[in-house]
């Protein structure tokens, strides 16, 4: 499928920094020297270091940045795409095409085996698939996988999946996604997940890299495995340690000082601004589509369908004042210091069909708060003033910066005086399971997309029991995002797109905030940071050397 990769270019324009790398110019050797890797000359050791927590190695049980980066060294992908660039081209396949509008064949390479000796072949792929959608984790991202009907392997080499829905725009990028890692069918159970340590201990990968120790959190040790034979190629170290932090202000310090060679998400603006000035390292900027929004459990917020004063239209009124309220280019400037735009609508701008809906229908029409529109959405709805609001954010995930972010969002919410704000906050592992348990009625939410299309910003969060769980629903909407997935006609297309962000800016099921773009700052003798940064989203550790 072609991506909206030239779409994804103009929105660096337009967007600032959301994910970034960092690299100093020295760093530990790890196993020091160089070391000979397939046959090839690769560097020493990198060290690389992030705040992402990974919630699980199993595919079928994460849906999130920090466990998705680690999958991508480890695990292949049926179709991937080269390094600097983003279009789906075979990983383990041979070949893919449509055979069919419905149907859509990938040749297997032959001879391939995992790590572990165990043969990789069509039964591993039918199983992978198929254990995601029977799992169904509420961290995992079966919600992708929505569109498959079954999937057939006549032989060893070939697997063919019968879509529901013909002419699927985006099912080759699926494929590539955090639904697409291929597990081993030796190893994994098919109806619960497998531990990370039974993971490690079963050394069931197939990637660049194996997993040569594992401290979740902490510190993971790969090492560059020469049986690989996908698009990525070898890798061009030896391996790499990834380094775990809670403190952002500690990464920041460890890639001053050279602790670490490459630091990915998250650091505060204030961070990034200071490190522009260190002769030592150097920004480059690549393709984004990160987004920062707010979530409304339609269950379990005020007036929410769950609670004793149930009643639809003051829940839709609360959140109809909330948009009213909320100065974006407040957050952007004076957070962010403008390396996060203001967001108006579900799909951000730089995608096909991105519109800006919510400046529309909410605040002032120009992008500023109105809090007279607020305050009649309230009062029209017979809602007393003011009204309680437990809101909760994540502080380590989504950077440091998100104390100070949603800080301004219980201000901007309270200073009207319809709302007191009961702000809470608690750590990524927690956060992430509990905000789909319907345990924080409103709530903070960040996303890094999969793949570079719009649809990836509607079928994952506004089908029926799509990830965030938050219990929303409309019919419209569902058959509109069906339809658009299936439209190979670009103008058609985009039109739908703008529709299903117009419904969805009426119904407020999530109020988008912030959208942003990758940034990297390399150092002088660590190379290939930049061929990371590209419209696939996936960071590459096999890219970078010394």
Same mark, same amino acid.
């Given at each position: ?10 929105? @660096? ?18 196993g ?58 075979? $990983? ?54 929505t ?22 725009q ?26 990370? +340590? +039974? ?6 990968f ?14 993971v ?16 170290n ?11 202000t ?43 929004? @707010? ?13 004793? +004063?149930?009643?639809?239209k ?6 109809q ?9 407040a ?7 403008g ?16 519109n800006?809906s ?71 592992v ?13 709530f ?8 570079? $299309? ?23 909407? +569902? ?42 700052v ?25």
């Amino acid at each position: 499928m072609n991506k909206s990769t030239r779409a994804l270019r103009s929105a @660096i324009a337009l967007a600032g920094v959301s994910a970034f790398a960092l690299t100093a110019c020295t760093g530990p050797s790890g196993g020091g020297g160089t070391s000979t890797t397939g046959g090839a000359t690769a560097s020493s050791t990198i060290t690389y270091g992030t705040t992402d927590k990974v919630t699980a190695l199993d595919p079928a049980g994460s849906y999130d940045n920090g466990s998705f980066m680690v999958m991508n060294q480890v695990y292949s992908f049926l179709l991937n795409s080269k390094p600097g660039g983003a279009e789906p081209v075979p $990983d383990l396949a041979e070949s893919s095409t449509f055979t069919k509008p419905t149907e859509f064949t990938v040749k297997l390479k032959s001879g391939l085996k995992w790590a572990n000796g165990h043969v990789l072949d069509s039964k591993d792929v039918k199983f992978s698939f198929e254990r995601q959608v029977k799992i169904k984790d509420p961290n995992g991202p079966a919600s992708l996988l929505t569109n498959i009907a079954s999937i057939a392997t006549p032989d060893a080499t070939t697997v063919v999946f019968t879509l529901k829905q013909a002419n699927d725009q985006t099912f080759a990028q699926i494929l590539q996604s955090p639904a697409g890692p291929i597990v081993d069918d030796e190893v994994f159970p098919a109806d619960k997940l497998l531990s990370d +340590e +039974e993971i490690v201990k079963a050394n069931a990968f197939y990637g660049q890299y194996v997993i040569d120790s594992y401290s979740k959190n902490t510190l993971v040790s790969l090492k560059a495995w020469p049986d690989y034979k996908g698009v990525l190629g070898k890798p061009s170290n030896a391996g790499a340690t990834i380094k775990y932090y809670t403190d952002q202000t500690n990464m920041k310090l460890e890639v001053k000082g050279g602790q670490i060679d490459v630091a990915n998400r998250s650091l505060s603006a204030t961070d990034i601004d200071d490190l522009k000035k260190d002769s030592n390292v150097t920004v480059n900027v690549g393709p984004g589509g990160e987004m920062r929004y @707010i979530v409304f459990n339609f269950d379990t917020m005020p007036f929410g369908a769950k609670t004793p +004063e149930a009643d639809p239209k003051k829940a839709l009124a609360i959140r109809q004042a909330a948009a009213n309220l909320i100065d974006r280019q407040a957050i952007s400037d004076q957070v962010y210091k403008g390396t996060y735009l203001p967001m108006w609508s579900n799909v951000p701008s730089g995608f096909l069909g991105a519109n800006e809906s919510f400046k529309q229908a909410y605040g002032d029409g120009s992008g500023k708060p109105s809090p007279d529109k607020a305050k009649k959405a309230l009062t029209d709805a017979g809602i007393t003033t003011p009204v309680t609001i437990k809101l909760q954010y994540n502080p380590d995930h989504y950077g440091k910066s998100s104390g100070d972010e949603y800080a301004m969002v219980k201000d901007q919410l309270e200073k009207s005086g319809l709302f007191k704000v009961d702000l809470q906050s608690t750590e990524w592992v927690t956060y992430n399971s509990a905000s789909k348990k319907d345990s924080y009625p409103v709530f903070q939410l960040g996303w890094f997309p999969d793949f570079s $299309d719009p649809d990836n910003y509607l079928t994952p969060f506004f089908l029926k029991g799509g990830f965030m769980n938050n219990h929303y629903s409309n019919a419209d909407v +569902e058959a509109l995002i069906a339809k658009q997935l299936v439209t190979a006609d670009k103008s058609e297309r985009e039109k739908q797109v703008q529709e299903v962000q117009n419904l969805l800016a009426k119904d407020i099921s999530t109020l988008p905030l912030l959208q942003g773009a990758q940034v990297a700052v390399s150092g002088k003798n660590v190379k290939g940071v930049d061929s990371t940064l590209d419209a696939s989203f996936k960071f590459r550790l096999g890219q970078v050397s010394k």
